[in-house]
């Protein structure tokens, strides 16, 4: 960590632990104070008072592991609001619906110059709080992201964690087709057992819990995948 | 992610308001367990787990070392649907371990994960799908047979049919708690139901058979009926069977299936089989625990007696459904003589046991049981080499006492004690005397 004094709340976290010193350098000549961790629990105990203003994450050296880095600050109660990525051009292709994870990227190597003023502007929008929505309503279904909660025309809809994040994830994007394998690496990851099966077994779950009348609100696509509400071109 | 799980658990206990959670296990003769605690425990619960005196749950501890540690499993989190919103309540299924945190040796869920990972260290993951029967009867009168609540036959449609409307509600209620239903129907007999559970990975199917029971007799008991699942509960009638359909897969295809073959078998699905058919007489016991299990085990009622396979006859011990368009997916076998009265944990542990033996050995399978089997003499059959399933919980346990692969498959600890249970149940049957008997001997002797 470098001693640099301001305001306490000013505190970005570095992920993987190891910065190169050419991003060391920026941060310190820019004047921001830094904390590099090696994972989530190292992230979550060093975490100042006031939570992280934000986070730089480098998928240079492992890319799944700032992946999951991402989930965990992003999904935890008190989620990191401003959150850059530091990616190759090769590794563009991966960000792609993995839009809630992160606010800015800059391809590496970076420009100093660039990722100053990228980080600057990054913090002016956050101002005082997350930017993302709360509220992800979708024909009848209403799910608030700050309480995990989920409601169906009003009715309260019990969920387990993982169908709440399916749910969510495919809420967040109706009318598009996914494949089993698109949600199981955006919505589990990719280090979970048990493969694309797991996909259908949670889709007949939420089918089952969402009743009969309004269990095509989960479209099989033949062969492809599933979808969320109508297509968008229609029927 | 399991941070990430307990948060969700502990939010959706504060949103919903829930007032109770209820702590589910399963003991070693497959009955459903439960403790209460309050939202205020959960936290701690779901962390450190909770300490309680296993030497008052069914083949659990020994006195001396009686107390073990229930681990909550935030993934089987679910608000119990009949309860009042208002006053909420919750079920959570738990792992046991002792008070050194290792899993317990006694406890079945930890027997069904151990055998698990055994199979997925060889590349498979064991999916089931279970056909559930059960009869409803108006409430027990000791002493008395039960008495069935209709006559209505099989795909009957009456609209004074009061079963139909209990199993319609009860499937309303098992959806609700995400446990997805296939096809429910009346059964032949009367009284008798079957509901079809779509298939999910082995772990989930156990605790969705232990919520399945738990909930078929509650929702009848609302209505002041009795939902049993006794194998056999009348005479001249078929009996309730959980038949199991099975498969094996590998990382994202059906290790059971081949195109190129006739049946669209694989040779692990074949190996498998045969290690199934060569170790069942060994696990019948744990498949059906009971001295009335062997009562449904008769010829007449499609239920298996001879341990053959066939594509198409029900009174083979394993089946081969011939999937709808050939679909790799849907590819299994149906393992034909499981009971529901059985523990779903250790008949998993049992049956996937003997199938991976077959696999891992590359057991041969016999040729398929040809239609005119089922209808020769025991005599002619044996000379075809076509041997019976056990004829008794007896017959069943000797058996099962001689078998490395069940010893190994429980463990120490469970396999001794459920055939000390066991052979007391057949000694306390052994000195009944019967109506049979009586009807039999009493006059004419």
New interface residues.
Partial sequence: MNDRAGNPLDMVVLFPAAPSPDLARTLDLAGFRWKAVGSVDEANKTEPDGGWRGAVVSLDEDQEAGWAFLRAVRKRDNAVGSVLLLLSGAQLGDLELRDDLFDDFCLTPFHPRELEARLRHMFSRAGTGPTRENMVEHSGLVLNLETYQASFNGAPLDLTFMEYELLKFLAQNPGKVFTRETLLSRVWGYEYYGGARTVDVHIRRLRAKLGEEHANLIQTVRSVGYRFGQSRWGN | ?L???R???L??VE??GVRLVRMWFTDVLGNLKSFAISPAELEGALEDGMTFDGSSIDGFSRVQESDVLAIPD??????L?WVD?KSAEARIFCDIHDLEGQPFDGDPRQVLRRNLRAA?REGF?F?VAPDIEYFYFAPPVAGQRPVPLDEGSFFDLTTTDVASSLRKETIRT???M????EYSFHEDAPSQQEIDL?H??AL?MADSIMTFRMIVKEIAAMHKVHATFMPKPLEGVQGSGMHLHLSL?G??DNAFYDAADPYNLSPTAKSFMAGLLHHAAEITAVTNQTVNSFKRLVPGFEAPVHMTWARNNRSGLIRVPVPKKGSA?ATRIEYRSPDPACNPYLAFSVILAAGLRGVREGYELAPEADANLFEMDDASLAKLGVQQLPQSLNDALRTMEESALVHEALGEHIFDWFLRNKHREWRLYKTQVTPFELDTYLRSI
Avoid: A, K, W
């Fill in positions: 992610m941070n990430q799980q948060e969700y658990v939010r959706t949103e919903r935030p993934n089987t989190f679910e608000i649907p919103p997925q993951e999916l098992l959806e609700t995400g446990i997805p239903v779509r999910t990975d989930t897969f990382n994202e997916s």
